[in-house]
């Protein structure tokens, strides 16, 4: 398949359907929730709406209300966290074929979604074997990835916002994951999550516990820091982990735990045991977890 070209998007930020060339996969973002300024309906539909019959497929597995509206349409591929616990053990040879050609690719922005998308330009073949598992172990915080998932997703970690990478990522999968050059360059640009772990680790002495929920407070700081880290440090002490800072709230609990944090604060979708709303509704979601 000839490399199409890559887009980047997330529940709350996707792109301009006008600009997005040709027929178009959407891989690993889910619809938009109600957390915080996005919605399913300013958000996600009107991007639907602006590809209209460009659309060639859209696979993800987070849970959402609107899932039922598109059950008959094929082009659809919509499951729950809880069936599929990564995105890319979706994407198949046969979907691909069903797709037909395609000219974009737009896909989340961690380890889950570019593996995805470097997937299905491999005509639904994993990069590598074990990908599928590295993926959902990665995505879950559940099992041991590989090491070479491992230092991808630190990488990924140290610059999240940095599409370059992304885009040298996904093409490091999509010729099989074997080019050396490539990975000695993500190798070096995992390096400065040390500082953002570091960090994290500091600010996990400010967690307090308060009923089933560990809370930190982390606007005052001296660093960037690891939220994937200190959420799960917090998970140590207690089934449900709160941090907060100056913009959001992060909510998080084991994906084993059964625990529903959609439900519980209220949202429409969302992955069940990570949520993230604007630092204003902190009162709200403390109250609404007990604590």
Known sequence: MPFPHIAYGTPRKLPKARDLPGRVVVLDVAFASNAGGASFEKTTLPFLEGLGQRLAMWIDHHDHDEHPRYAEDP?????????????PELVTPERVEWAGAIDTVCCHVDFDGLCSAAKWIRGGVE??????DDARAIDTRLGTPSERAEWLDRALRARPRDD???GLMIRYLAEGAGDTSIFKQIQQ?????????TEAKRLA???QIRGDVAVCDARVRDHAYDKTALLLMGQELA???????????TVAARFDSGIDLVKMLGL??????RVSVAAKKLPKVLEALGA
């Open 268 to 273: 429409n979708g969302g992955m069940p045991t």
């Open 189 to 197: 640009a995992a390096k400065p999550l040390v500082r953002k772990e």
């Open 164 to 166: 370059g990478l992304r």
């Open 75 to 87: 082009r659809f591929v919509l499951r729950t966290k809880a069936q599929h616990g990564a995105c």
């Open 239 to 249: 089934p449900i982990s709160l941090v907060h800072d100056e913009t959001t709230v």
């Open 205 to 207: 002495t400010r967690y």
């Open 127 to 132: 990069p590598y074997p074990g990908a599928d």
